[in-house]
């Protein structure tokens, strides 16, 4: 049975690092073909109440909503190591 | 957008405030007692201050009351960012004032923005910046229309991220954006270190924001002392130099030094102000002038404290309010000699016409003591003030000095107000003046306070036939006739009973 993830991307409108973690994500995600997930992207421009709800400050910011604990990393997402770690995935080359 | 205006803002008129102007800057005030006197009006409007000081000097208090009284007293709805205690911390800590924050957050006065530690597992992967914090800010103000924002504290932003240079930037847009948004801030920050490395943590701050004021906590003889100093505020005059403050039960009081127009005198020799005892009004020509000092000064038991109940109830009688400073027993103590001199001060004070102001004397200072003075006797425009003692000052914790400078700047404000003092100094006169040297033995310590008062009075015990006579002599007035005669008197049911010219 895969596990099932459900993150959340916080972004601000279409800057460069938003972009880049968007990217980021969208990669990784594809080369995780064992674990389902379940992605939602954030404007914190459009929707400022959601990242008040959930006390975001960096952006972009990924928040892993389950499976529990409930994790975040901050970043462009650029280093994969860190977020294959961060998000408690181990990862598939080693 | 961050307006300058000239002259008294529409806006401003149509609260009904009037916000201090000088040199193109409007202030606001900040509701906190006695610091908007000390910045002369307030705070500048929609810029940034910076409030810095080390653990429990006072700087959450400050913030939390710079927001409370916005909302409940100048109609200005407030966003409070934290970065330290959680939201719910601080409504339950301040409810120790009697500030309501629940209630305020319900009525849309208030919100949170809450960045506080959460205890999520954050881990960081490239590049970032804080806009996410800047746009809760901004959606926060939209919400309740904020006039005003605290920030508290902001040092801890530096220990939650990695990317130092991220922080400054953020801190800058920060305050950018609410200077954009017409919003006034107080921020608060950590002080670490001496006076010499800057107001808080990270020198960035200070650079940023418009206005700097330090608290610090040093110990006193028995309790601890505040103190306040106005390090900065760009653009606007302030009174500059330490202030001290308290941190009472409903929020801060702060002790502005009193500024006194030395220019202004309304001395008047042709009013004045009686004793109701008819020999010692005559003896003065006529009773104490308006706007002069007059030191009563005696040992134990001459009847000081019995000249001036004389002086207060009289005054009342005329319809003139008075103000009674007690420093030598409790209030209560005090009224209850008066009534049984027939002097009912609870009903004068029940009335609003006599006003007590006992501070205590533990780590007094004369500019704490003063405010209350002014605050006294603009409250209810007394004409009358009474000081029970000047020495207790003394053998308190003030020095000569502070002494001697609390009286200066009292007489001066006395006399812009016209108002006639009447203190009572303890001197340690010996019993048994020789025959026909009555004032041989007086205590000279008064003289050293001469320049400053207008009058001296003393009391003396002489020593006859082995019974203690008591004898009264106007030693000076300032540009006023008097009489030199030396009076007997005596005390009774009734109070003094002033007699004729002492004759051995």
């Given at each position: 049975m895969?596990?099932?993830?459900?993150?959340?991307?916080?972004?601000?409108?279409?800057?460069?690092?938003?972009?880049?973690?968007l990217?980021?994500?969208?990669?990784?995600?594809?080369?995780?073909?064992?674990?389902?997930?379940?992605?939602?992207?954030?404007?914190?421009?459009?929707?400022?109440?959601?990242?008040?709800?959930?006390?975001?400050?960096?952006?972009?910011?990924?928040i892993?909503?389950?499976?529990?604990?409930?994790?975040?990393?901050i970043?462009d997402?650029?280093?994969?190591?860190?977020?294959?770690?961060?998000?408690?995935?181990?990862?598939?080359?080693? | 957008?961050?307006t300058?205006?000239?002259?008294?803002?529409?806006?401003?008129?149509?609260?009904?405030?009037?916000p201090?102007?000088?040199?193109?800057?409007?202030?606001?005030?900040?509701g906190?007692?006695?610091?908007?006197?000390v910045?002369?009006?307030g705070?500048?409007?929609d810029?940034?201050?910076?409030?810095a000081?080390?653990?429990g000097?006072?700087?959450?208090?400050?913030?939390?009351e710079?927001?409370y009284?916005?909302?409940?007293?100048?109609?200005?709805?407030?966003?409070y960012?934290?970065?330290?205690?959680h939201?719910?911390d601080?409504?339950?800590?301040?409810?120790s004032?009697?500030w309501?924050?629940?209630?305020l957050?319900?009525?849309?006065?208030?919100?949170?923005?809450?960045?506080?530690?959460?205890?999520?597992?954050?881990?960081e992967?490239?590049?970032?910046?804080?806009?996410?914090l800047?746009?809760?800010i901004?959606?926060?103000v939209n919400?309740v229309?904020?006039?005003?924002?605290a920030?508290?504290?902001?040092?801890?932003l530096?220990?939650?991220?990695?990317?130092?240079?991220?922080?400054?930037?953020?801190i800058?847009n920060?305050?950018?954006?609410?200077?954009r948004?017409?919003v006034?801030?107080?921020i608060?920050?950590?002080?670490?270190?001496?006076?010499?490395?800057?107001?808080?943590?990270?020198?960035?701050?200070e650079?940023?924001?418009?206005g700097?004021?330090?608290?610090?906590?040093?110990?006193?003889?028995q309790?601890?002392?505040?103190?306040?100093?106005?390090?900065?505020?760009?653009g606007?005059?302030?009174?500059?130099?330490?202030?001290?403050?308290?941190?009472t039960?409903?929020?801060l009081?702060?002790f502005?030094?009193i500024?006194?127009?030395?220019?202004?005198?309304k001395?008047?020799?042709?009013?004045?102000?009686?004793?109701?005892?008819?020999?010692?009004?005559?003896?003065?020509?006529?009773g104490?002038?308006?706007?002069?000092?007059?030191?009563?000064?005696?040992?134990?038991?001459?009847?000081?404290?019995?000249f001036?109940?004389?002086?207060?109830?009289?005054?009342?009688?005329?319809?003139?309010?008075?103000?009674?400073?007690?420093?030598?027993?409790?209030?209560?103590?005090?009224?209850?000699?008066?009534?049984?001199?027939?002097f009912?001060?609870?009903k004068y004070?029940?009335?609003?016409?006599?006003?007590f102001?006992?501070?205590?004397l533990?780590?007094i200072?004369?500019?704490?003591?003063?405010?209350?003075?002014?605050?006294?006797?603009?409250?209810?425009?007394?004409?009358?003030?009474m000081?029970?003692?000047?020495s207790?000052?003394?053998?308190?914790?003030?020095?000569?000095?502070?002494v001697?400078?609390?009286?200066?700047?009292a007489?001066?404000?006395?006399?812009?107000?016209?108002?006639?003092?009447?203190?009572n100094y303890?001197?340690?006169t010996?019993?048994?003046?020789?025959?026909?040297?009555?004032?041989?033995?007086?205590?000279?310590?008064?003289?050293?306070?001469?320049?400053?008062v207008?009058?001296?009075?003393v009391?003396?015990y002489?020593?006859?036939?082995?019974?203690?006579?008591r004898i009264?002599?106007?030693l000076?007035?300032r540009?006023?006739?008097?009489?030199t005669?030396?009076?007997?008197?005596?005390?009774?049911?009734?109070g003094?009973?002033f007699?004729?010219?002492?004759?051995?």
């Open positions: 895969p596990q099932k993830y459900i993150l959340k991307l916080y972004v601000v409108g279409s800057s460069a690092a938003s972009e880049l973690a990217r980021n994500l969208k990669e990784l995600i594809s080369q995780e073909s064992e674990t389902i997930f379940e992605l939602e992207v954030i404007d914190v421009t459009k929707h400022p109440q959601l990242a008040e709800d959930d006390k975001i400050m960096a952006i972009p910011t990924l892993m909503k389950l499976p529990p604990p409930v994790r975040k990393i970043g997402l650029s280093d994969k190591e860190k977020v294959l770690l961060g998000l408690n995935l181990i990862p598939q080359n080693k | 957008m961050a300058r205006i000239k002259g008294r803002s529409s806006k401003a008129k149509s609260t009904g405030k009037s201090a102007v000088r040199s193109g800057v409007l202030k606001i005030p900040t906190i007692k006695g610091f908007d006197e910045l002369e009006g705070i500048p409007k810029r940034a201050l910076l409030v000081g080390s653990t000097t006072g700087k959450t208090v400050f913030a939390s710079f927001i009284r916005g909302i409940t007293e100048h109609n200005e709805n407030a966003v960012i934290t970065f330290e205690e939201p719910g601080i409504i339950k800590n301040v409810k004032f009697g309501d924050f629940d209630m957050i319900r009525k849309k006065k208030l919100v949170f923005v809450d960045a506080s530690p959460d205890n999520v597992i954050t881990k992967s490239g590049e970032y910046d804080i806009s996410g800047v746009e809760r901004k959606h926060a919400q229309k904020a006039k005003r924002a920030i508290d504290a902001l040092s801890m530096f220990s939650k991220f990695t990317n130092k240079d991220a922080i400054r930037e953020v800058y920060i305050c950018d954006e609410l200077k948004l017409g006034t801030t107080v608060t920050a950590e002080k670490v270190g001496d006076r010499t490395n800057g107001p808080s943590r990270h020198g960035v701050e650079y940023v924001v418009d700097v004021v330090e608290l610090s906590l040093e110990p006193g003889q309790q601890f002392t505040r103190k306040m100093f106005i390090k900065k505020l760009r606007v005059g302030y009174r500059s130099g330490v202030v001290k403050f308290d941190v039960n409903a929020g009081e702060v502005p030094k500024e006194v127009n030395r220019m202004v005198s001395t008047d020799f042709k009013n004045r102000e009686k004793f109701g005892l008819k020999g010692i009004d005559d003896a003065l020509g006529g104490i002038p308006q706007g002069h000092m007059l030191l009563i000064s005696g040992n134990t038991g001459t009847g000081k404290t019995l001036g109940m004389h002086f207060i109830a009289q005054g009342i009688k005329e319809g003139k309010r008075t103000v009674c400073i007690a420093l030598e027993e409790p209030i209560e103590q005090v009224k209850k000699t008066a009534i049984e001199f027939g009912n001060f609870t004070e029940k009335e609003g016409k006599l006003v102001v006992s501070p205590s533990i780590d200072s004369n500019d704490k003591l003063l405010y209350q003075i002014v605050n006294a006797v603009n409250k209810i425009g007394a004409k009358r003030v000081i029970d003692s000047v207790s000052l003394q053998s308190a914790t003030m020095s000569e000095e502070s001697r400078q609390f009286l200066y700047q007489a001066s404000f006395f006399k812009t107000k016209g108002i006639a003092c009447l203190m303890l001197s340690s010996n019993f048994g003046a020789t025959r026909g040297q009555l004032l041989a033995s007086m205590d000279t310590n008064i003289m050293r306070l001469s320049s400053i207008d009058g001296i009075i009391l003396l002489v020593e006859r036939a082995q019974r203690v006579k009264f002599n106007i000076k007035m540009g006023s006739w008097h009489s005669d030396i009076f007997q008197y005596a005390i009774n049911k009734d003094i009973d007699g004729k010219r002492y004759e051995e």
